[in-house]
């Protein structure tokens, strides 16, 4: 991991939003994966990266938190093995970008449509067998709650949402028994 300035490599900016971009923006870097689903301080910090964040409103930024994030860790704390648990995160580009000022960066820094996460795990006192479930939530339409999914139904939100073609679905935990 490195900071921003020492990673000025070629090309940095046609392929990733940077600080720079969020400055006078209404929009704040959100999450894609919770800081709160860390163990260290290594962990923490390695959530704060531009490649863990897409663009937020305030607004959203909080009920996503409040609707989904602060969810997944109740119910791990409570039904998994060791409170532990696979976590998949992620976004549905948007029909929108930040209008950004610098030269070349129109159209660079998609906001997303979606947030979603997805988490599966080996539940706490029945050995070989797993739960999971899914969020997601639509951005840009004020605070709300995050919908619910079973992983099945997740997967099949996505393969829709990102408009695969016929054949191809996602498959967010593979076929593992309970988290399909």
Not at 39 to 46: I, K, L
Not at 138 to 152: E, I, K, L, T
Request: with cysteine; net charge negative.
């Amino acid at each position: 991991m490195q900071t921003q300035a020492a990673a000025q490599l070629p090309g940095l900016l046609a392929h990733q939003a940077v600080d720079a971009d969020y400055v006078g923006q209404p929009f704040q870097k959100g999450h894609l994966y919770s800081r709160n689903h860390n163990t260290n301080d290594v962990q923490v910090h390695a959530t704060y990266t531009l490649t863990k964040a897409a663009p937020q409103r305030g607004a959203d930024n909080k009920a996503w938190y409040h609707h989904m994030e602060s969810k997944i860790i109740e119910y791990i704390d409570a039904a998994c093995e060791d409170r532990e648990a696979f976590i998949v995160t992620g976004v549905v580009p948007g029909n929108n970008y930040m209008h950004i000022l610098a030269p070349g960066s129109k159209g660079r820094v998609n906001i997303p449509g979606y947030f979603w996460s997805a988490f599966c795990c080996e539940e706490a006192g029945n050995p070989g067998t797993f739960t999971s479930g899914g969020y997601t939530m639509q951005m840009g339409v004020g605070a709300q709650n995050a919908d619910v999914h079973d992983v099945g139904n997740l997967n099949n939100l996505l393969t829709g949402y990102y408009n695969l073609p016929a054949g191809q679905n996602v498959r967010l935990f593979g076929q593992q028994a309970g988290c399909s």
